[in-house]
């Protein structure tokens, strides 16, 4: 395992609240914004809802569903997360580019190190069935036609029992707070 694998996946949630609150500092949501912001960031989780009802970690390799247009349809979702909140903020506004740029850097370190990590124990668990699946699957940015299993079976217990609903109260007490930041804004 490699050490920047090791301290991103340590570090990867308690780093992302410092870059929460820089993005809280220069964000300015508007009605407009934070709906628009909301849209994509909810097609993220539905791609990542998606992905959690695929997944059966540490059982069997995830070629279903997502897996079949990218390796990594759940760090996907979550950069679609991100640009939903930097567009709800308006990072433009007011020199908060500062801010875009933190994130931007989190999460290309972070989950960069972390799915390099990932693909190595995946090589290592299932060798040649994850290398074939490799080769005809991109790590980040899905193909518009699959290269895996585009059916399989998406499964609500699978999606429970990854706690993927986590993600979606995170989302709407994010888009909450976005909107008590307007509010107290405008007062």
Not at 28 to 45: D, T
Request: aromatic share 16%.
């Amino acid at each position: 395992m490699s050490g920047a694998g090791d301290f991103a996946m340590r570090w990867r949630v308690r780093m992302g609240y410092p870059v929460a609150l820089s993005y809280l500092a220069f964000a300015r949501p508007s009605e407009r914004f934070i709906l628009a912001g909301a849209a994509v960031a909810l097609a993220g989780l539905w791609i990542r809802a998606a992905a959690a009802g695929h997944l059966r970690k540490h059982e069997q390799l995830a070629t279903a569903g997502p897996y079949a247009f990218t390796r990594n349809p759940l760090y996907f979702g979550s950069a679609l997360i991100a640009a939903g909140f930097l567009l709800a903020g308006r990072f433009w506004v007011d020199g908060g580019w500062g801010a875009a740029a933190v994130v931007a850097v989190y999460f290309g370190y972070f989950y960069g190190a972390v799915m390099k990590r990932e693909e190595g124990e995946l090589y290592h668990r299932y060798g040649a069935l994850y290398e074939d699946y490799a080769a005809r699957v991109p790590l980040f940015f899905p193909r518009l036609i699959g290269g895996g299993n585009a059916g399989g079976r998406f499964s609500w217990n699978q999606y429970r029992k990854n706690r993927e609903y986590q993600s979606a109260l995170g989302v709407l007490a994010g888009i909450g707070v976005l909107g008590l930041l307007m509010w107290m804004k405008r007062s």
